[in-house]
């Protein structure tokens, strides 16, 4: 069974950087064909892909959101991790990282005030 668990600040103040890790068990972030995402949801609104990050290490990001994010990863720990620069309040949701065939993680709130 694959799994996934977000992890990271809860809180980070305006004009930081949120910085958020997936740790991947039961499949390994390397298996050719394969893809992992990240997706937030702000209060009150639906879901939205915010980054993805292949197998091949090939990183793919949302246009609105392609100056300031960037999806890297650690093969050593099968993790792959979130930075999101210059946070504003409107970046406060729940973050939720995902493998492509199905896999959720259980998702982690970030709330960005100062």
């Known amino acids: 069974q694959v799994q996934l668990q977000e992890s990271g600040p809860g809180l980070v103040k305006p004009s930081q950087t949120l910085s958020l890790t997936c740790t991947v068990s039961g499949d390994s972030i390397t298996t050719s064909g394969g893809a992992w995402r990240w997706i937030r949801q702000p209060p009150g609104r639906g879901l939205e892909w915010i980054g993805s990050l292949t197998a091949e290490d090939n990183a793919y990001y949302s246009p609105s959101l392609k100056s300031r994010i960037s999806i890297s990863r650690d093969t050593s720990k099968n993790q792959f991790t979130l930075q999101l620069t210059s946070v504003t309040p409107e970046d406060t949701a729940v973050y939720y990282c995902?493998?492509?065939?199905?896999?959720w993680g259980q998702g982690t709130q970030v709330t960005v005030s100062s």
């Open positions: 995902a493998q492509r065939e199905g896999y």
